[in-house]
């Protein structure tokens, strides 16, 4: 097991730089602490 960091993730649902929070749907199959993941793509 390695002892480097992860690289930072979004989720649907957290919040951004700006008024507002990571838009739906996010990747359903990918979760991160139970929501699911953005992509790029993923309004917000």
């Known amino acids: 097991m390695s002892d480097a960091t992860a690289a930072p993730a ?9 008024p507002g929070t990571v838009g739906p749907p996010g990747v359903l199959s990918v979760l991160i602490g139970g929501k699911p993941a953005a992509t790029v793509g993923t309004a917000h």
């Not at 979004?10 to 700006?18: E, K, L, Y």
């Open 10 to 18: 979004a989720r649907v649902g957290d919040p951004t730089g700006h």
